[in-house]
């Protein structure tokens, strides 16, 4: 059973905290999910164009130019949260195959119940490591792999790591891309260090994030993307910048700079990423 329109407020106990749904009194079928009261997910079930969250828009804005408009394509979501951009590319790009991995199973059936998507043939959904999934892939399975995993606010050390990334470009075709959402902030340690990581296995890459992200002057979230061919850079620019939270692209030497001579994560020696500034996702209210 789906929620009925305009429903309040859900709350419940999933396996990584607390999950919370709230209405978004701007559109009348729309919700905010959120995660231990960090902002995950937005949905609107009626239109799953729509994309409320800027770092969302920004993955959108690299994904939209992998491809010709409206061309299926074969999409790996290490993170599943709301399912914001599986939805977002059954639309507009029908007959797409995409494979959801979400690692919180009562976070999936919660979402399942409460914001449930249309039946797709195509769009398979299961619990599971998001590691342990890209492992098991075949070579050269998909066009497109997103990485958006986060276990509360934090992303964990599996999915930070050089031997991680290689997997990712084993299971891409050779023109595909590589997608990553992390948060960061002062000193941006995590970020340079992603940027060398993903820079060591892909000859393409390119960043995104607010010019006061970027800057080191507050957390946020930075998108990183990568692949083995020239990126459409000045296209991807032009769209973050034309956003009405417009955003900024590093790339090239100004990349190589701004990762600083950072060291190239592995296994060995990867760490979950820094919880965000205290306050900054105030608590669930009573």
Known sequence: MGRQRGQGRVVAQIGSGVAE???????????????????????????????????????????????????PLRVLHLGGGGLTLARYIAASRPGSRQRVVEADAKL???????????????????VGDARTELTKAAQDAFDVVIVDVFSGAR?????????????AARVLHPDGRYLVN??????LGLAKAQVATVADVFPEVCL???????????????????????????????????????????????????????AVVTDADA???????AGMFGPLPD
Do not use: C
């Open 21 to 71: 749904l709230l209405p978004d009194h701007d559109r009348p079928n729309a919700y905010t999910l959120l995660v231990d009261g960090a902002p995950q997910s937005h949905v609107d079930l009626d239109d799953p164009t729509y994309l409320e969250f800027e770092y969302v828009r920004r993955i959108a804005a690299s994904l939209d130019l992998t491809a010709p408009p409206r061309m």
């Open 108 to 126: 999936l059936d919660f979402v399942r119940t409460h914001l449930p998507w249309p039946a797709d043939p195509k769009l398979k959904v299961r």
């Open 155 to 167: 992303t964990p050390a599996s999915v930070r790591s050089v031997e991680f990334v290689e997997q």
């Open 182 to 187: 992390m948060t960061d902030g002062p000193p």
């Open 208 to 262: 995104v994030a607010d010019s006061s992200v970027l800057r080191g002057r507050r957390f946020g979230n930075l998108v990183l993307t990568a692949a083995n061919t020239p990126l459409p850079t000045a296209q991807i620019a032009r769209r973050v910048a034309g956003d009405w939270f417009p955003g900024r692209l590093v790339a090239g030497a100004e990349l190589t700079r701004f990762s600083g001579g950072a």
């Open 271 to 277: 760490t979950p990423s820094a919880a965000p500034p």
